[in-house]
T-cell receptor, first 115, second 111 residues
Framework: ETGVTQTPRHLVMGMTNKKSLKCEQHLGHNAMYWYKQSAKKPLELMFVYNFKEQTENNSVPSRFSPECPNSSHLFLHLHTLQPEDSALYLC??????????????FGPGTRLTVT | DQQVKQNSPSLSVQEGRISILNCDYTNSMFDYFLWYKKYPAEGPTFLISISSIKDKNEDGRFTVFLNKSAKHLSLHIVPSQPGDSAVYFCAASASGNDMRFGAGTRLTVKP
């Protein structure tokens, strides 16, 4: 595997379910990101991790819970979501966050539908 | 607060002609600008970038122009090819901080 991978690619879940999105990067990067892309809206930055430490949480509801066990893996745990949370969730990584600027490399995304 | 704006949701051009995608920003602290390209069912891929110390950067068929006084940048693709059909996102960052993205412009290049 190369680049940034995300699983699953598609997810349908009920509002009472608990699920997790997984992201893995094979680029040796130190920073990882979660973005949300809703239809016809800009990508919204949700969380940033740099060297496994969370450095940004852009006022994301607590029903989204990130986890970064190491620099290569990033998870987004989901619970009691709302239908308006349906969107494309993109993971990205970059060489570093501090000092920058660095291009970000994106995974293919997980298309989430909350019913 | 949308700091990066792409006011044209779509653009259609003929193969071989020039495609011009526009982007405006409001934050004068932005000093690095990027364009990403996104095909359906794939994540955005980096295309070209420009630092605020330059006003032009060229890479093959792709050229990005930056007008700091107008807080405007544009991406020129010439000649346009059908394979360029995709959604193009403009992004900007300030001093290496997190990027802000525009909503994207869908480019269609007709054969």
């Amino acid at each position: 595997e190369t680049g940034v991978t995300q699983t699953p690619r598609h997810l349908v879940m009920g509002m009472t379910n608990k699920k997790s999105l997984k992201c893995e990067q094979h680029l040796g990067h130190n920073a990882m990101y979660w973005y949300k892309q809703s239809a016809k809206k800009p990508l919204e930055l949700m969380f940033v991790y740099n060297f496994k430490e969370q450095t940004e949480n852009n006022s994301v509801p607590s029903r989204f819970s990130p986890e970064c066990p190491n620099s290569s893996h990033l998870f987004l745990h989901l619970h009691t979501l709302q239908p308006e949370d349906s969107a494309l969730y993109l993971c990205a990584s970059s060489q570093d966050r501090a000092g920058g600027p660095y291009e970000q490399y994106f995974g293919p995304g997980t298309r989430l539908t909350v019913t | 607060d949308q700091q990066v704006k792409q006011n044209s949701p779509s653009l259609s051009v003929q193969e071989g002609r020039i495609s011009i995608l526009n982007c405006d920003y409001t934050n004068s602290m932005f000093d690095y600008f990027l364009w990403y390209k996104k095909y359906p069912a794939e994540g955005p891929t980096f295309l070209i970038s420009i630092s605020s110390i330059k006003d032009k950067n060229e890479d093959g068929r792709f050229t990005v122009f930056l007008n700091k006084s107008a807080k405007h940048l544009s991406l020129h693709i010439v000649p346009s090819q059908p394979g360029d059909s995709a959604v193009y996102f403009c992004a900007a960052s300030a001093s290496g901080n997190d990027m802000r993205f525009g909503a994207g412009t869908r480019l269609t290049v007709k054969p």
